[in-house]
């Protein structure tokens, strides 16, 4: 992977722009100015969607309580957004994007999907950026509206899902899913260990991993890969809510080795987000969000779309965008964490984008740890495939993002 770049004000002083016509790095100008930002972010902690987090076989263990329903957004979930929102606000404000008091009217723009995880999270992230100040957050009134987020929930026509299937089966090394779950025997043994089913019988470990085809949707990943991403996923929300180690995987399981078990979610990215078919159409309309909010000069200053892990893992495969936050493996995507794009420009008026990716490490969010000043979140620029060489490797210039970013077939 090309190097990654420390997300800095000192950074963004050194770079420049090239001159009419020359064919040189951005490098040589005093600064650039930050014009726009727009990030999509995960939601924040929530606890399982389901109250079966394992089909049966899997595990007859009693998974620990939560204090809110399925799929909502926690108290201490909310609190880390916040903290989130803070250190957003003072890092974009010190790089002068926005003053201080509340913004003024259309310089924030908030989007959620229709999912009650997402809207909360919006809000509490803007209780954090802009405290006592009003936030309207836009938001469908359910999934047959959410075509933002949720574009191919409803399974369109238009979606080919055998080509989306060859595509994501394109992914897998030599030897298939097979040789895919060999590769992390290990692992899943100590997953079977953790939630307390026997080896050498348990499905983890006997049952082989396959992909299913569905007609006008993403390919399905069935079996110990798809059941281990569910499951190693759950025990790190447990972890990041500040449940107890010995609720936390029923005592089982310590915190290198949820990193280890991590793995398997963007294992699953890899084949249902990542492929370059599905990726296209599944982050089609977030990437025409992030183009209309970039290329208009009347548009927001920052605009928040907060989704889904999901969502993130689509734009990522979209441009072919990598990443790794410390205590994550790579191209995972932690509760709050955000894949957002600037838009800066030179004295002169030439306009350039630059991927980057923030997040609180894992430890932060679990001890709900203040960012403060010095901006402890984790913050890099990204390479993104496709600029061409004549522009320093993270800075794109808006008429290569634009083309890249341009509807594909």
Avoid at 3 to 17: E, G, K, M, V, Y
Avoid at 239 to 266: C, D, N
Avoid at 380 to 403: H, K, M, Q
Wanted: glycine share 10%; aromatic share 8%; charged share 20%.
């Amino acid at each position: 992977m090309k190097r990654i770049l420390l997300l800095s004000t000192a950074l963004l002083a050194a770079c420049a722009a090239p001159g009419p016509g020359a064919n040189t790095p951005v490098a040589s100008q005093p600064s650039l100015k930050l014009e726009k930002v727009v990030m999509l972010m995960r939601h924040g902690v929530r606890p399982p969607t389901k109250p079966v987090v394992v089909p049966p076989g899997y595990s007859s263990e009693t998974w620990p309580g939560w204090p809110v329903d399925f799929g909502l957004l926690t108290p201490r979930g909310a609190a880390g957004v916040r903290l989130l929102g803070e250190s957003d606000r003072a890092y974009f404000g010190a790089r002068g994007l926005f003053p201080g008091g509340c913004p003024a009217p259309g310089t924030i723009v908030l989007k959620a999907s229709y999912k009650e995880r997402t809207i909360e999270t919006a809000r509490s992230w803007a209780a954090g950026f802009m405290p006592g100040c009003a936030a309207a957050i836009s938001h469908p009134a359910g999934s047959g509206d959410d075509a933002i987020f949720h574009g191919l929930d409803s399974g369109p026509a238009s979606f080919d899902g055998n080509r989306a299937y060859d595509a994501a089966l394109a992914q897998a090394p030599e030897g298939g899913l097979a040789a895919e779950t060999e590769r992390h025997r290990d692992e899943l043994t100590l997953l079977a260990k953790v939630l307390n089913c026997a080896v050498p019988a348990c499905p983890l470990v006997a049952e082989p991993s396959r992909l299913v085809a569905q007609p006008h949707d993403r390919p399905k990943l069935e079996g110990p890969l798809d059941i281990a991403s569910t499951a190693s996923q759950t025990l790190v929300l447990e972890y990041l809510e500040g449940k107890p180690m010995t609720e936390v995987g029923w005592g089982r399981v310590s915190r290198a080795e949820i990193e280890q078990l991590l793995r398997f979610h963007p294992l699953k990215f890899r084949y249902s987000n990542r492929p370059g078919y599905v990726a296209a159409a599944a982050a089609a309309p977030i990437v025409h969000e992030i183009v209309t909010a970039l290329g208009d000069r009347r548009a927001a200053r920052l605009t928040l779309l907060a989704g889904h892990d999901t969502n993130v893992a689509d734009l990522g495969g979209f441009f072919d965008l990598h990443w790794q936050v410390p205590s994550y493996p790579a191209d995972e995507v932690p509760p709050g964490s955000a894949l957002g794009f600037e838009l800066v420009s030179t004295a002169g008026g030439d306009r350039y984008v630059r991927a980057f990716y923030r997040a609180q490490t894992m430890d932060q969010l679990r001890n709900l740890e203040a960012l403060g000043s010095d901006d402890a979140l984790f913050r890099r620029y990204l390479p993104i495939p496709g600029c061409g060489d004549s522009v320093e490797v993270t800075a794109c210039r808006w008429n290569d993002f634009a083309r890249i970013a341009a509807p594909r077939g």
